[in-house]
């Protein structure tokens, strides 16, 4: 029972900022598309612009070759705003009822909008309980990075506490 779960919230690689992650070290990983969170990866929480050096992190990778999709559980003109900017594609939830990330739906769409098969795609992200929890299900290659924000709303807050338990429990992985 425990080894299933650990694989599920262990992340492949992590590395401390999205702009931190070696994209030749991606490249010789064969991977060719990333499916990369946009709230507290691109943009801090409760902030409205991106970061200049997650900006600049992605047009390095849009222009070095890599198929980039945006995936958020924010609503879509916020999610689609940014991805025009970076010339990226995007999936975002939806409707305030309708549930996202970690659901493998928003994942499945993401692959299906990047055109690029399972084993050369990548997730990047700032969350164990959706991002990479969501990567794994679906046998991606899950890069875990530091939140750009210590703020948080109340909920996520509350899940960073068990997140820091599972990354205790799972120990150190590699660096991207």
């Given at each position: 029972?425990?080894?299933?779960?650990?694989?599920?919230?262990?992340?492949?690689?992590?590395?401390?900022?999205?702009?931190?992650?070696?994209?030749?070290?991606?490249?010789?990983?064969?991977?060719?598309?990333?499916?990369?969170?946009?709230?507290?990866?691109?943009?801090?929480t409760?902030?409205?612009?991106?970061?200049?050096?997650?900006l600049?992190?992605?047009?390095?990778?849009?222009?070095?070759?890599?198929?980039?999709?945006?995936?958020?559980?924010?609503?879509?003109?916020?999610?689609?705003?940014?991805?025009?900017?970076v010339?990226?594609?995007?999936?975002?939830?939806?409707?305030?009822?309708?549930?996202?990330?970690p659901?493998?739906?928003?994942?499945?769409?993401?692959?299906?909008?990047?055109?690029?098969?399972?084993?050369?795609?990548?997730?990047?992200?700032?969350?164990?309980?959706?991002?990479?929890?969501?990567g794994?299900?679906?046998?991606?290659?899950?890069?875990?990075v530091?939140?750009?924000?210590?703020?948080?709303?109340?909920?996520?807050?509350?899940?960073?506490?068990?997140?820091?338990?599972?990354?205790?429990?799972?120990?150190?992985?590699?660096?991207?």
């Amino acid at each position: 029972m425990l080894r299933p779960m650990r694989r599920l919230l262990t992340p492949t690689l992590r590395s401390e900022r999205l702009w931190t992650v070696s994209l030749a070290a991606l490249r010789a990983r064969n991977l060719r598309a990333l499916l990369v969170d946009v709230d507290n990866t691109i943009i801090p929480t409760g902030g409205h612009e991106p970061n200049t050096d997650a900006l600049d992190w992605l047009a390095r990778a849009h222009s070095g070759g890599f198929a980039l999709c945006l995936l958020s559980n924010a609503r879509p003109p916020r999610v689609a705003a940014l991805a025009e900017r970076v010339g990226a594609a995007w999936v975002s939830k939806g409707p305030w009822w309708m549930p996202g990330k970690p659901l493998g739906w928003i994942f499945r769409r993401g692959l299906a909008r990047l055109g690029a098969p399972q084993g050369t795609v990548a997730v990047i992200g700032d969350q164990v309980f959706t991002d990479v929890l969501g990567g794994n299900a679906l046998g991606l290659t899950t890069i875990l990075v530091r939140p750009l924000s210590a703020r948080e709303f109340i909920g996520t807050r509350v899940t960073r506490l068990m997140e820091r338990l599972v990354l205790r429990w799972i120990g150190a992985v590699d660096s991207a």
